[in-house]
């Protein structure tokens, strides 16, 4: 018996559930605190973001550069970089924006929750690329999720919208979003390294932010608390920058089953530090389409679990 093979094996396995439950809970947390900032604070979705993907593309490469890039060096060529740019743009920059909109119009919990009904539309893209019927679980997913959507948006009164019109369509775009980010990622995988991916595509994202709205450009004449300094803060470096970091490192150690369900705490964690530091309420209606969302995604998870 390898009791020592076993040993490093079970402890790098605990290593990479502890890095996938730390990161995901963070992207749930930095949700929460963008929300604070953009309530609290004259800082934009626009400013943000742009703030969000250029320090945390910066850093990410930093430590590809200076860790990874001798084991792991990247052949570009024509068809890679445009890859890689349509990937930066209408991938990365997507989702950073449509989320982050989505919480400035919305809140935090609401943002995350409709962020999840990705899956509809990869099943749509599957089902319209390989014309085909969907499946009677594929049909199931759907209608629960576009269930769960509507309860969110309703409360349960289908003649009136419990969030912003804005923040819903957000809320969905970012669901768009995310589905080709799933889609197209795993084809530039192949060749480029992850931190080289999500850096890079995130400093590209940062740079064309910079023409919308400079990282430079800040009302330095608001009055700041030392605390609003510090959650801004926090929000790019832990919830950006190093839950990225450890849910991509998380990686090499546990299955993508493993990674997709403990992924779902991102948006439990998003809405119950949304209703306990932030006060949100959510109407009856509108907490049982957030579970059905997650209990859906949970769904999917096992299913995956079951086929591999």
């Known amino acids: 018996m390898n009791k020592g093979g076993n040993a490093v094996k079970n402890s790098t396995h605990i290593k990479g559930l502890i890095f996938v439950i730390i990161g995901a809970s963070l992207w749930g947390i930095g949700g929460t605190a963008s929300d604070y900032i953009f309530t609290a604070t004259p800082v934009d979705v626009n400013w943000y973001v742009t703030a969000r993907l250029t320090i945390s593309g910066i ?4 430590i590809y550069t200076l860790f990874f890039r001798r084991k792991h060096r990247t052949v570009w060529n024509k068809h890679t970089i ?3 740019a349509v990937y930066s743009i209408f991938g990365m920059t997507m989702v950073q924006y449509t989320f982050m909109a989505a919480i400035g119009f919305g809140n935090a919990a609401v943002a995350t929750v409709l962020q999840c009904t990705g899956p509809i539309y990869i099943i749509l893209y599957a089902v319209l690329k390989k014309y085909r019927p969907w499946t009677k679980a594929e049909a199931f997913i759907i209608a629960a999720m576009i269930t769960g959507v509507i309860l969110i948006a309703t409360n349960g009164n289908l003649t009136n919208l419990a969030v912003s019109p804005a923040a819903l369509m957000f809320g969905l775009a970012s669901g768009v979003a995310l589905a080709y980010y799933t889609l197209h990622a795993p084809v530039l995988l192949q060749v480029i390294h ?3 991916l999500v850096g890079g595509s ?4 940062g740079i064309l932010m910079n023409f919308i ?3 430079w450009v800040f009302d330095f004449s608001f009055d700041w608390t030392a605390m609003q300094i510090i959650i801004l803060a926090l929000s790019i470096l832990l919830g950006t920058t190093l839950a990225f970091y450890l849910y991509i490192t998380s990686m090499k150690y546990i299955s993508s089953t493993e990674a997709g369900i403990l992924g779902l705490l991102e ?3 998003a809405v119950l530090t949304s209703i306990v530091l932030l006060n949100v309420g959510l109407g009856l209606y509108q907490a049982a389409g957030i579970i059905l969302i997650l209990a859906v995604g949970v769904f999917i998870s096992t299913r995956k679990a079951e086929a591999a």
């Not at 850093?59 to 930093?62: A, G, R, T």
């Open 267 to 269: 948006p439990v964690s």
């Open 59 to 62: 850093i990410l490469l930093s």
């Open 194 to 196: 992850p931190l080289q």
């Open 213 to 215: 709205h400079p990282i």
């Open 202 to 205: 995130m400093l590209t994202g």
């Open 82 to 84: 445009l890859m890689f």
